[in-house]
């Protein structure tokens, strides 16, 4: 088992297993859910090129992680083509944005290349892949792009890819002397001998090769960063939320001891079965003829150490407070739910227990109070449906 007792850095709650990855344990779809599907489509479409490119590393690196003036970055390339990988986040550090940002490569043919034209000012958070000398398909080969490749779909005769801009970054598309021309899209000549075309998120722009095959078609689609993270998913909307009434049967007793445990840091350890016959208490009815096939999920908006969850007398779920909700998915309790009533049993979270919160919103204010136990509010959550197209 995984805790301080047997060594390990950290205690895990008995039941939850949820670190609020892409999708919760009852289906909850996540705001990071879309970031790594718009990764993973690109590695359907791109993945297999990617996939033979060495890893390759600027000399200028970041001398640590306390060095936050150095732009994180790297590329992987097959010696031709590739990609360039931008990270300007880090965990725990504010890594201002970048100014006059160009990425020079030297190619194994000899061969230098730098992009994009003009310098860029990299934003704040900003973490992106651009592309260059990536084959479109049809005979075109795209030279450097300020723009994120997402996939290619191909129906018939026509070969569509689509890109994501990179938010705070103006999109510029630089093609070589086989490319007439992009539909609507007027060239600015580049320096580099090729023709470096701009236009705006949501439009779709026709590539004219210079040798033009009228039975072939390649379109270039910049999509918004919006759409970019919820391309091809129909996403229903939610219902609102609905109010559901709680009641205190038992406030909370003396506080437990909190750590640290076996291992000398200052982590809190967590709680024991025992430790629970002093947590506050609250009681929740459901209403009469709730249907609980339907995907309906109960988000408890607390405010403690450590919360755990009982239907009927039986332990259902528990959480270690984050600053977010707790959610349970009634329709998976639903045979207990008939001839049962839930209960919340929250520990109250101590001013001083040593206990890391990654956002300061989430710590509450403690006033003069020596610990906090709250059930704030509890509510039902109808669950939106998600279709995604073949």
Known sequence: MESQATGYWNDMPVKNYDFQTAL???GQVRPQFYSLRRLHLFLHSFGESLAG???????QRPAGKEDTTTLRWAARSDGRSGFVFVNNYERGHALPAKAGVQFALKLTDGRALTFPEKPVTVPADACFLWPFNLDLGRGVTLRWAT??????VDGGRVRTVYFAETPGIAAQFCFGPEIDALDGAPPVPSDGGGKVYTFPAGRSVEVTPARRDSTQILRVVLLS?????RFGLDIS????????????VRAAGPLRAVGPGKIDQPVATAPVDADFADA???????PAGLDLSSKLLLRLNYVGDVARVMIGGKFITDDFYNGRSLEIGLWRHAAELKDGEITVAILPLQKNAPIYFSSPAARPDFGDRPAVAELRSAEF???PSIAVSP
Do not use: C, N
Request: glycine share 4%; aromatic share 4%; hydrophobic share 50%.
């Open 53 to 59: 490119m060495d890893a390759v590393l600027p000399d």
């Open 381 to 383: 959550v109808p669950q």
């Open 225 to 229: 960063e919006a759409d970019s993270l």
């Open 147 to 152: 723009a994120q490749p997402l996939t290619a």
């Open 237 to 248: 909307p939610a219902a609102a939320p609905v109010a559901v009434g709680t009641e205190l």
């Open 24 to 26: 919760g344990q009852y």
């Open 280 to 286: 506050a208490v609250w009681r929740i009815k459901l």
